[in-house]
């Protein structure tokens, strides 16, 4: 996890990454989590990117939810693969 900027009224902007998940050979979705240790609590989802091998389409990201420093997140995959998720969050 990496603090990307300092903001106003003690707020950042963080990135961070899943741990490797491999999704079933046909598909479907999975739950995703992300944790942020340098925060304390996720404000808003900044933006989501999804490394896949191999490469399969994935839906955009849904049931997204935040408790404290965790984000969660539904994805789904048309396919097998490994997946990993990086987000990037403001939170303070």
Known sequence: MTIVARLP???????GSSD????????????VDIEFPEISRVLT???????????VEVSIPENV????NKLSMTLVFAAGTTMRANATVIGE
């Open 20 to 31: 490797e998940t491999t999704v079933p050979l046909a598909g479907g979705s999975v739950t």
């Open 9 to 15: 009224r003690k707020k950042y902007i963080v990135s």
């Open 65 to 68: 939810s935040y408790d404290g």
């Open 45 to 55: 989802l900044q933006s989501v990117a999804v490394d896949t091998n191999p490469a």
